[in-house]
């Protein structure tokens, strides 16, 4: 059975069966140090002389300097080098443990060059990494990050010894974060040392969420070939499956956003009714407290919607009821065709329009194409640009007699779009369409 004792308030201890450690008499003894040589020489301190530390791993040499600069600082100017050099000698000896003062030199300008030796055998450090309780795929987001990272920390702590970290325990802890800093940005270091029954040291590395936390991630799915209808249940999916990424950091997320993307369509690719319109995600994604994923779910086989419209400031027009049906193909890579169908049903006296079209995407989102109603006999050159929650868009047709029937608009959301309509068949023209997109 193995209990716990403290080197300090940032990296706790374990202890072997075998033996404690104890830590903090050096350092207690070195403060004491200091107050006395504050309080007794505080009216009679010299100007500022640099002190130098040779002899310990970079990341504690600053530490160190920082201690014994505060020190010779507070040492009267006009005390003999002799006296300077032994009171900075045992206060670095009392101070930082673990270590022993070799040589200690001042020069004609004041520049103090202290050289300290290791105490003991050097340790043979071993550290590990303790991930979070985190769900896949996220564990494999975390895994993949800190690959390696072990190997540089038991770099930084080749050969310093146990009794360092007494004094160097927040500057280790620094070292460490600014390694997982590109890594892991988000994750607080925690460090804890363990001594094994067989002698060996580990310094276990843990890593805790900081602010500010993923508390959701919402989804906008955009299809001009999946009716609205049929979103509610790849929302609900997308939603489940978003699970694991809630309660990380959201700078940590926003460094895997391309995973986020990829797992949206992963989640996406297992849906019947994707796998069966054969639908080509364009996922992209906004990372935040609330994170946003814009989906662009267009079938390449099926295109079908259901709209109603109602018009304003057109005396001559009346509520509709549409469906659009097409089937789609692509006989040239990336360049979709789709043949259609469209039945328009006016809803004042139950005329039934009817349309046959063949369109083609040349750039993405926009279809050029022509089509027959049986309404006039008439056939129509049309072209327009698909509608998408938030945005505009526009569509024009010109019939063969010169007719011109257009609109500029913009989807309000999956539900509803408002347009700017104009009929050149009719004696008013103009009028404001709005339309329920089912």
């Known amino acids: 059975m193995k209990s716990r004792g403290c080197i300090s308030a940032s990296v706790k201890c374990f202890k072997s069966s075998s033996g404690i450690n104890t830590f903090g008499v050096a350092a207690v003894n070195a403060a004491a140090t200091l107050f006395v040589f504050i309080l007794l020489e505080a009216a009679a301190w010299g100007a500022y002389a640099s002190v130098r530390v040779e002899g310990l791993n970079s990341w504690l040499t600053e530490g160190a300097e920082r201690s014994l600069n505060a020190v010779y600082e507070h040492i009267p100017e006009s005390e003999s080098k002799p006296i300077k050099e032994e009171l900075l000698r045992v206060v670095a000896n009392r101070l930082l443990s673990g270590y022993s003062v070799d040589t200690i030199t ?21 550290a590990a990494i303790t991930p979070p309780n985190l769900s896949h795929p996220v564990d494999g987001w975390f895994e993949a990050d800190t690959a390696g990272m072990s190997k540089e920390i038991e770099s930084l702590m080749k050969g310093v010894p146990l009794e360092a970290l007494s004094w160097g325990d927040l500057d280790l802890k620094s070292a460490i974060e600014r390694i997982g800093a590109e890594r892991l940005p988000g994750w607080r270091v925690s460090l804890m040392v ?7 040291v580990i310094l276990e590395v843990a890593f805790t969420p900081d602010q500010p936390l993923t508390l959701a991630v919402t989804t906008r799915i955009n299809s001009s070939s999946i009716p609205v209808m049929l979103h509610s249940n790849l929302k609900d999916d997308l939603v489940k499956g978003f699970a694991p990424v809630i309660g990380i950091p959201v700078s940590w997320l926003d460094r895997h956003k391309d995973d986020l993307v990829a797992l949206s369509k992963e989640i996406l690719a297992d849906e019947y009714l994707v796998e069966k319109a054969r639908a080509d995600p364009f996922v992209s994604a906004a990372t935040g407290a609330v994170s946003t994923l814009d989906i662009e779910l267009e079938s390449r086989r099926y295109a079908a919607w259901v709209w109603m419209s109602v018009y304003a400031g057109a005396s001559e027009r009346y509520p509709e009821l549409g469906l659009h049906f097409g089937r789609r193909v692509q006989i040239v890579p990336h360049w979709d065709m789709e043949l259609y169908t469209e039945l328009i049903l006016q809803l004042n006296d139950w005329d039934l329009e009817t349309r046959f079209g063949m ?8 279809w050029l194409g022509a089509e027959w109603s049986n309404l006039d006999d008439l056939w129509w050159g049309r072209a327009g640009m698909d509608a998408w929650a938030g945005r505009p868009y526009a569509w024009l047709r010109y019939s063969e007699q010169d007719d011109i029937n257009a609109a500029l608009g913009v989807r309000v959301n999956n539900f509803l779009s408002i347009e700017l309509h104009y009929d050149s068949r009719y004696s008013d023209p103009w009028n404001v369409r709005a339309l329920v997109n089912l």
């Open 359 to 366: 369109r083609w995407s040349p750039l993405r989102n926009i």
């Open 106 to 126: 001042i020069d004609d300008g004041g520049y103090v060059r202290i050289k300290l030796d290791m105490k003991g055998v050097p340790m043979d450090w071993n």
């Open 194 to 200: 363990r001594n094994t029954a067989d002698g060996k």
